[in-house]
C-alpha cells in the first residue's frame, strides 16, 4: 500500500512540473527608453498652387495646432476650388506666422524637435531683404497626429 501511495504521490509531482512548465507566465516587458530629443518628420502644406490664402493669423509668432478640417476652414478661404486635403486621422497641421522687419525671400521650417512627450520646438529660418519695409510671413506643415495637449515653442531665426 504504502509502496503504490509513494508511487502516485511521484506521479501526482511528475505531472504538477509537467502543467507547470506548460504555462509559464509571460515576463513583463520593460517600458522604452526614449532619449530626447527626437527630430520629428514633416512635410511641408501650401496653398501656393491653389486659389486660396491664409486668413485669421495673428503674426504673433505663436503656432496654431490643427486637427480638424472644421478648425482647418477657420483660417482658409478660397474663391475657386478647395485646399489641398489633410488626413486629420492620421496627422496634425501645425501654422505659423510673423511679422519679419523687411520682406522675406525665402522662408522654411528648418526643425522640429521633440524634447519631452508633450513639448516640442520648431525652428523656422527667414532671408530677409533689404528694404525695410515689415511682411507678414506664414510656414504650414503636416507632422503624424498631436495626442493630448501639446506645447510646441516656436524659435524664428534670420539665415
Do not use: H
Not at 486635403?85 to 501645425?94: G, H, I, P, Q, T
Amino acid at each position: 500500500m504504502k509502496t503504490q501511495l509513494l508511487k502516485f504521490t511521484v506521479f501526482l509531482l511528475i505531472l504538477s512540473g509537467i502543467a507547470a512548465s506548460c504555462n509559464p507566465e509571460p515576463p513583463i516587458p520593460e517600458p522604452p527608453i526614449i532619449k530626447y530629443p527626437i527630430e520629428v518628420s514633416f512635410t511641408e502644406y501650401s496653398l501656393s498652387e491653389t486659389s486660396c490664402q491664409w486668413i485669421n493669423l495673428t503674426y504673433n509668432e505663436k503656432l496654431i495646432i490643427i486637427n480638424s478640417n472644421e478648425e482647418l476652414e477657420k483660417y482658409i478661404a478660397c474663391t475657386d476650388g478647395d485646399y489641398p486635403a489633410v488626413d486629420f486621422n492620421k496627422n496634425s497641421l501645425l501654422i505659423a506666422s510673423g511679422i519679419a522687419p523687411s520682406p522675406v525671400s525665402r522662408k522654411n521650417c528648418r526643425s522640429l524637435q521633440q524634447f519631452s512627450e508633450q513639448n516640442y520646438i520648431m525652428e523656422v529660418g527667414l532671408s530677409l531683404g533689404i528694404a525695410g519695409v515689415a511682411s507678414n510671413w506664414q510656414i504650414s506643415i503636416i507632422i503624424d497626429k498631436l495626442n493630448g495637449v501639446s506645447a510646441i515653442e516656436l524659435i524664428v531665426k534670420e539665415v
